[in-house]
């Protein structure tokens, strides 16, 4: 029986060392040891086997990305809509303001052209104080303002006399001695 099992196991043998395969026998286990012809095979099929995993999470992974990606379209389209409302409330409300204004001027001058004629038809001209006139015709021109004629502010004291040194001086501020 022994005879029968080393050809068993040298059957064995030679079918895994085709593989690349040693094996030998230490005290009832079986060590088997690789050669770099089968490392570089277990490589490549390993490589082989994550890229198609890969491949296959890529493939049935992006359909949820799809999904998200068209619910951030439709959210910035609906923000870019929001946008033109706003942007159209905007346009709208200084249009209205604009045309308040203008016929809030309007109703100055009709005002103040009714003042006049009230104020001419009513009183007398002899009678009629000439401030309110003045006041009148003031309230329509912008008082003018010479610009040239003022001087900027002075960032320095000025000198008391002639004499005294000015600020740029090297000895101003310095009190002399005399030895």
């Known amino acids: 029986m022994n005879r029968k099992r080393q050809v068993t196991d040298a059957t064995k043998h030679s079918e895994i060392f085709k593989l690349g ?20 095979i ?16 890529g493939k049935h992974g992006a359909q949820p990305s799809d999904s998200r990606e068209a619910e951030l379209e439709e959210s910035l389209s609906a923000l870019e809509e929001k946008h033109a409302q706003y942007q159209q409330d905007v346009n709208q409300h200084f249009s209205e303001t604009a045309r308040l204004v203008g016929q809030l001027t309007q109703n100055y001058r009709s005002v103040y052209e009714h003042l006049s004629e009230g104020a001419s038809a009513l009183c007398d001209q002899n009678q009629l104080p000439q401030t309110l006139v003045q006041a009148i015709e003031s309230a329509e021109t912008d008082p003018v303002v010479d610009y040239q004629s003022r001087k900027p502010p002075l960032d320095y004291a000025p000198k008391t006399s002639p004499d005294e040194p000015g600020m740029l001086n090297e000895r101003y501020g310095l009190n002399e001695r005399s030895a």
């Not at 230490?26 to 088997?32: A, H, M, P, R, S």
């Open 42 to 57: 277990a490589g490549l099929l390993l490589t082989a086997i994550a890229f198609l995993a890969g491949w296959y999470a």
């Open 21 to 40: 395969l040693y094996s030998h026998f230490i005290e009832d286990f079986i060590v088997i040891e690789l050669t770099s012809v089968t490392l570089i």
